[in-house]
């Protein structure tokens, strides 16, 4: 099932913004959320991702060097929900976001994109100076 993102928008460098991503109906015992981002002059990069078992809580984490200490990916109360909350937020992390998930742990390869099987539409992100 496609994933649905929000939360997206503008804000001035050292400020925040928290994503969310809706993806109903996973049905694996283990599955991989994760977020990526892609500006239009770069290849899509992995941010952040998460493993998940289905009934469970939490889960291992994985971050990019570039955004390790300013953003966090947790799974909300609602379980299939991901937010991921971006703090000292810099004009570099302005970008569409994608959210993307796939059926198995995330393991070594959470950044890369193609284990992925669903995508989200992405939201923009956009960091002023």
């Known amino acids: 099932v496609q994933p649905v993102e929000s939360g997206g928008g503008s804000v001035q460098a050292g400020g925040s913004l928290r994503l969310s991503c809706a993806a109903p109906?996973?049905?694996?015992?283990?599955?991989?959320m994760g977020w990526f981002r892609q500006d239009p002059e770069k290849e899509r990069e992995g941010v952040a991702a998460?493993?998940?078992?289905?009934?469970?809580?939490?889960?291992?984490?994985y971050y990019a060097d570039s955004v390790k200490g300013r953003f966090t990916i947790s799974r909300t109360r609602d379980k299939n929900t991901l937010s991921l909350e971006m703090s000292s937020l810099k004009p570099e992390d302005s970008a569409m976001y994608y959210c993307?998930?796939?059926?198995?742990?995330?393991?070594?390869?959470?950044?890369?994109?193609?284990?992925?099987?669903?995508w989200g539409q992405g939201t923009q992100v956009t960091v002023s100076s």
């Open positions: 993307a998930t796939r059926g198995d742990r995330c393991g070594s390869s959470w950044s890369d994109d193609g284990e992925y099987q669903y």
């Open positions: 109906g996973v049905t694996s015992r283990y599955f991989c």
């Open positions: 998460i493993s998940l078992f289905n009934g469970g809580v939490g889960g291992t984490t």
